[in-house]
């Protein structure tokens, strides 16, 4: 068994209490946690799905940006911080298991250590172009 | 592996005829490995009493530090060796981005808080930064890893042949986490006590206090129970005893917890609340099969 790093396990224990949509990464890039306001959004909760790498991750959520074209996993802000280990904006649109699009405004945080990046933390609001309506 | 309490008390030293059994003294473990070579774990005040009890001759120290507060390093001017010329000391903590690990041990061992300055002491001391990996201190492989506690704080693991010891005095891995639902790679500290012989670890509040001290960093008793039950400990000691905890407030503790361990599943026998003075030794496990057969 490894060890998830103690600055993973705490993030996602703060994400754990939060309302609002957050997703974790490692330091590799995968998809290690979202928490309950995040599977409401995606119709889909991460005990069901399970850490997902970037393939399986774009066929079920997308995203996709504003001409409606998938972004490639690379390209996320969430990857972007973790692997340039700067902070990442953007605006883009997931799409919910039941086929609902959201339009959504992403940050995403590199989580820096002592040993270097252990991963990043997005966290999704309802975009501004979207009116502030759906769940996010 | 021999082991022994020098010091089980968390916070603040609690000397006084209501804690005369347990012990008053922060916390402190000696340890003695298979091939004689001596560590002690936290610097609290009962390392005074482990430095009285070490010869006066050449020799070397290995100190593992899990953090910086108070109750761990405030033995560290008081320890007999550290002002004996022919001892060698070796400090071990954790890094922090603020300041290098002598730097922030010479704050407290600097005026006006000590008489003495660290460049002053008269043995060879040496400070170093705990690795990542897992490294070797005589006949045992010690490995530190971070865990959930305020500030920049470790837990150890030391494997001596076939047996191990955890220590992680000061630990709250069920803040914002259910520990009996959670993933084990989740869980701050599991590795460090997956299946180890001997756990020595918080037990600071009871489940009673707990509520008042979330986010403190340390553990309820129900919360000790049930990391040293996800993680297979074979036997496990509750330390880091609150100060305003009596020998009788214990002895009630420990009746209560030795309920709740065997409502959990767990063996009567292999669970018990430090106190000073309490010694252990961890055969290899070669040796108590043996024994066991006997």
């Known amino acids: 068994m490894t060890q998830r790093p103690l600055e993973l396990i705490l993030a996602r224990n703060l994400m754990s209490a939060l309302s609002t949509p957050a997703f974790l990464v490692d330091e590799g890039g995968l998809l290690v946690f979202y928490n309950e ?68 405004e992403v940050s995403a945080l590199p989580i820096q250590t002592p040993h270097g990046s252990q991963g990043a933390i997005a966290v999704f609001w309802p975009a501004a172009s979207s009116n502030g309506a759906g769940p996010a | 592996m021999k082991v022994k309490l020098w010091g089980t008390r968390g916070s603040i030293p609690a000397p006084g005829p209501e804690t005369i059994r347990y012990g008053g003294n922060t916390s402190c473990v000696g340890v003695t490995l298979s091939d004689g070579s001596m560590l002690a774990l936290d610097a609290g005040t009962g390392i005074r009493c482990l430095g009285l009890a070490q010869p006066d001759e050449p020799t070397r120290l290995h100190i593992l530090l899990t953090h910086l507060h108070l109750d761990h390093i405030q033995g560290l001017v008081f320890f007999a060796p550290a002002f004996r010329p022919q001892t060698e000391i070796v400090i071990w903590g954790p890094a922090s981005p603020e300041a290098s690990l002598r ?70 891995p069920a803040l914002g986490a259910d520990l009996e639902s959670l993933e084990e790679d989740w869980i701050s500290g599991f590795a460090l006590a997956r299946d180890t012989s001997l756990l020595i670890h918080d037990g600071q509040y009871t489940d009673a206090e707990y509520p008042c001290h979330v986010g403190w960093g340390h553990s309820a008793t129900s919360h000790a129970l049930s990391f040293a039950r996800r993680t297979g400990a074979e036997r496990t000691v509750l330390f880091h005893h609150d100060p305003l905890h009596s020998d009788d407030q214990l002895d009630a503790l420990a009746v209560e917890s030795q309920r709740e361990w065997v409502e959990l599943g767990g063996d009567p026998g292999t669970l018990e609340l430090g106190a000073e003075r309490d010694e252990f030794e961890l055969p290899a496990r070669a040796a108590k099969a043996a024994a066991a057969t006997v």
Do not use: N
């Open chain 2, 103 to 172: 730097d922030r041990i010479a704050r407290y061992i600097s005026a006006p808080l000590s008489p003495v300055e660290v460049r002053e002491l008269p043995c060879d001391v040496s400070f170093r930064h705990c690795p990542e990996s897992e490294w070797e201190i005589g006949s045992a492989r010690i490995r530190a890893a971070s865990v959930t506690h305020r500030g920049p704080t470790l837990g150890y693991r030391i494997d001596d042949g076939d047996s191990s010891l955890t220590y992680i005095p000061d630990h709250e």
């Open chain 1, 37 to 104: 306001a995040a599977g409401m959004l995606l119709g889909k909760r991460f005990e069901e799905l399970g850490t997902v790498g970037a393939e399986e991750w774009g066929s079920l959520f997308g995203p996709f940006d504003e001409q409606g074209e998938p972004i490639p996993y690379d390209e996320l802000p969430l990857v972007t911080a973790v692997r340039a280990g700067r902070p990442a904006h953007g605006e883009l649109t997931v799409r919910s298991t039941d086929g609902t699009l959201h339009e959504v």
